[in-house]
């Protein structure tokens, strides 16, 4: 079992940052690839971007892609997600999720049924 927390969530600006956290325990966590995913009222959970577990892949949503930053520390068992140049429609509540996986899948990886283990979620409200 792997057990995710989500955190940095908050109100924020458009045009500004947040950085959320994920933190994991449970089992070896550098041997699990990381999503992020988001959920707006009314609407599917999206893939918002995902890492490998060696951290050297990384993949992005199009709608993301130069503004958000995913990241890992596995000494700290934690994944990262930055997020810039935020925008009203970026507002959502926002999973990570985890999945063991030997090798970087993107396209596998871009859907939730992909992974195991989920966070709680976190909401990151953006005003106009």
């Known amino acids: 079992q792997v057990q995710l927390v989500e955190s940095g969530g908050g109100l924020v600006q458009a045009g500004g940052s947040l950085r959320l956290s994920c933190a994991a325990s449970g089992r070896t966590f550098s041997n699990y690839a990381m999503g992020w995913f988001r959920q707006a009222p009314g609407k599917e959970r999206d893939f918002v971007g995902a890492?490998?577990?060696?951290?050297?892949?990384?993949d992005y949503a199009d709608s993301v892609k130069g503004r958000f930053t995913i990241s890992r520390d596995n000494a700290k068992n934690t994944a990262y997600l930055q997020m810039n140049s935020l925008k009203p429609e970026d507002t959502a509540v926002y999973y990570c999720?985890?999945?063991?996986?030997?090798?970087?899948?993107?396209?596998?990886?871009?859907?939730?049924?992909?992974?195991?283990?989920w966070g709680q979620g976190t909401q990151v409200t953006v005003s106009s």
């Open positions: 890492i490998s577990w060696s951290d050297s892949s990384t």
């Open positions: 999720a985890a999945r063991s996986i030997a090798y970087y899948l993107r396209e596998y990886l871009r859907q939730a049924t992909a992974y195991n283990y």
